[in-house]
């Protein structure tokens, strides 16, 4: 078996590079290559994975030329230099590493409070010059002021704690701080608007996204405490920075210290220059502590997942644990095949999928599951399809995905899942199980019992319960050539309705499923292929 290809493309730290060694990959360490796009896109093609900082910017056209990438890790926390929308089609984990530089980022805030405070950046440059100018750096104390945490997820917790033992009182704005969480941090949720009314600092950790996007607009900047100061060590775009320079023009906001602009790398910007202003060229992350972390994590979570098929800390997938891959392996098995079979069974417009897990399977990891079995069912339909991208492409095309879960599962099994596909013309299910040899079978169809393993190539027939089908059905694949590998039959009641869903060695024409669906007792003949 060939070792996975991993291609660093972006300064990593060599420890990185001897993880991946160590665990068995490839690695290629070409640090300068990411800022080259067509060199990347020139080699990309030959790797599994990508290892990446700020500077490689994976777009769309790269994506198209990566052909064997299964994932790409960005060693910290933003993946804005990556087109998550373009990597989900593709089939590609996109993993980050949230935690690696928190306290870093966090000091950064921290630091960048008490520069603003005491004038540090413009009193060392004075002093440097010759000047002693004592009585012009007149500062401020951040004890019993209030600071104000916009964003109080990871590392605006952090920033929190430390507000707080430098004995502030810390207010919040988060719509996902939970009241509990609030109690256990020391600090008082707060609305948006009554933060900016209050808040003597107001500091900055949420994502850019479309609902934070110049969150400290023109209109919430006036809305601020007169005086206030700004901290921003989270994205560029959080802050109108046009208007945030007339209120500092203004005297308004008494100063801002900026890590992070809306256009990066920032030779102008309309912050630089003001005598009240503070910045750094985006070092928040920018400690040998923290590029060591998350250098070290993202080698680690990439090599776990082209080895073992865990994902961690995925953007665009569920987490799936190291120790919960192997047992999950055989149900992602499952649930894309039962979906197959199902998709391969329908002609009309899908309206919706649902997914029933009983038992001990109700337990585990379902959302990978439920990616498995929505691939399945799409694929005959969108031969692109993948895990990754089958949550967005059904909810794109209006189908709704359901999961049920019963701590009992039926007819006695340890685990049973169960897929019902609706259609515009009719509902659609079946169901099966892992049994100990690790293999998944269908052991229910139509709400008929079966026990059938998966095969490359199958034959569905739905046929009435009646005396001569079997004969005629052996002497037809018989006379093609064909030959038998399994044999599973079922049917609801004597005479009723009946299954039959065989294994052959070679494909089925078109020519031998109509002669199957001319035998008198057979409803319906399809070719399944797995």
């Known amino acids: 078996m060939l070792k996975p290809r991993v291609l660093i493309s972006d300064a990593l730290s060599p420890a990185a590079v ?315 098995a499952l649930a894309e095949k039962l979906g197959s079979f199902l998709g391969q069974l329908t002609e009309a417009p899908i309206k919706g999928i649902r997914i029933e897990y009983e038992g001990d399977v109700a337990e585990m990891n379902t959302r990978a599951l439920t990616s498995a079995a929505v691939t399945g069912v799409l694929r005959p339909f969108l031969q692109d399809i993948n895990m990754v991208s089958a949550p967005i492409v059904a909810r794109e095309r209006g189908i709704t995905v359901e999961e049920v879960k019963r701590d009992s599962a039926a007819r006695d099994y340890e685990s049973f899942v169960r897929i019902i596909v609706e259609a515009e013309d009719m509902s659609r299910h079946a169901g099966g199980t892992v049994f100990q040899d690790g293999k998944p079978r269908v052991t229910e169809i139509r709400d008929i019992m079966v026990d059938a393993e998966f095969a490359p190539h199958m034959i569905y027939v739905r046929n009435a319960d009646k005396p001569g089908f079997i004969g005629s059905f052996g002497t037809l694949l018989g006379e093609a050539g064909v030959n038998v590998a399994t044999f599973a039959l079922g049917r609801d009641k004597q005479g009723g309705d009946a299954i039959c869903f065989v294994s052959v060695d070679q494909p089925v024409t078109e020519e031998l499923l109509r002669k199957i669906e001319d035998i008198p007792q057979v409803k319906r003949a399809r070719s399944v292929r797995f």
């Open 18 to 332: 001897q993880i991946f060694k160590d665990r068995g990959i490839d690695v290629d360490f070409q640090p300068d290559l990411g800022k080259d796009k067509d060199k990347l896109a020139a080699v990309i093609g030959e790797y599994d994975g990508l290892a990446i900082r700020s500077a490689t910017k994976v777009t769309a056209k790269i994506l198209e030329k990566a052909t064997k990438l299964k994932v790409i890790g960005r060693a910290g926390i933003g993946v804005d230099n990556v087109e998550i929308p373009a990597a989900t089609a593709k089939g590609v984990i996109v993993m980050n590493t949230p935690f690696g530089n928190s306290i870093t980022t966090a000091e950064h805030a921290i630091a960048m409070m008490f520069a603003l405070a005491r004038q540090i950046p413009q009193a060392d440059a004075s002093t440097q010059a010759g000047k002693w100018e004592k009585n012009r750096f007149m500062g401020v104390e951040l004890t019993a002021k209030v600071l104000g945490v916009i964003g109080c997820g990871n590392i605006g917790s952090i920033v929190a704690e430390r507000g707080i033992g430098l004995r502030m009182k810390v207010i919040a704005y988060d719509p996902f701080l939970s009241p509990e969480r609030a109690i256990e941090l020391g600090v008082e949720k707060v609305e948006l608007e009554d933060l900016l009314r209050r808040a003597d600092v107001i500091t900055l950790h949420v994502p850019m996204t479309e609902k934070t996007k110049n969150i400290l607009s023109a209109e919430n900047i006036a809305k601020t405490k007169k005086g206030v100061r700004i901290v921003n060590c989270a994205r560029g775009g959080l802050v109108d920075e046009v208007a945030l320079r007339a209120a500092l023009d203004s005297g308004h906001v008494a100063g801002a210290a900026f890590d992070v602009f809306t256009e990066e790398p920032a030779t102008t910007n309309p912050l630089f220059g003001h005598p009240n202003v503070v910045c750094t060229p985006h070092l928040g992350a920018a400690t040998t502590e923290a590029q060591e972390n998350v250098a070290l994590q993202v080698a680690e979570q990439m090599s776990d997942y082209l080895l073992q098929g865990a994902i961690q800390n995925a953007v665009n997938f569920p987490s799936i644990s190291a120790e919960e891959a192997p047992r999950l392996k055989p149900f992602v």
